[in-house]
């Protein structure tokens, strides 16, 4: 499936904190395109070049269309390790640092 980056919220963005990740691949079966685990099977973020963001911290846009995959995706982390924040200010809307 084609996804439409070019609709990205530029709002939000998502990034994992690995530590925590425990690799059961939930994120990746819900946004498959904007979550893949890596060789080490741990999840890693990816944006429209479909190249996974391996630093620590790293960051990808959510697209709009992935809005509810991602932020369900947040919820249901077993990891509590997926945080959705605002790109303007930084502010984690979803996850476990939201308020
Ligand atoms: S849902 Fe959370 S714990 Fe599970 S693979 Fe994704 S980031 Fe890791």
Not at 70 to 97: F, L, M, Q, T, W
Request: include cysteine; charged fraction near 30%; proline fraction near 6%.
């Amino acid at each position: 499936m084609t996804v439409q980056h070019e609709t990205d919220t530029g709002e939000l963005e998502v990034w994992i904190d690995q530590d925590l990740c425990t690799g059961d691949g939930i994120c990746a079966q819900y946004a498959p395109e904007v979550f893949e685990l890596d060789i080490d099977g741990l999840a890693y973020v990816k944006g429209a070049d479909d190249e996974l963001r391996t630093e620590a911290g790293s960051t990808a846009p959510v697209p709009l269309p992935l809005l509810t995959e991602v932020v369900d995706s947040a919820k249901e982390c077993p990891g509590d390790c997926i945080h959705v924040r605002r790109v303007n200010d930084g502010v984690e809307v979803y996850g476990p640092d939201a308020d």
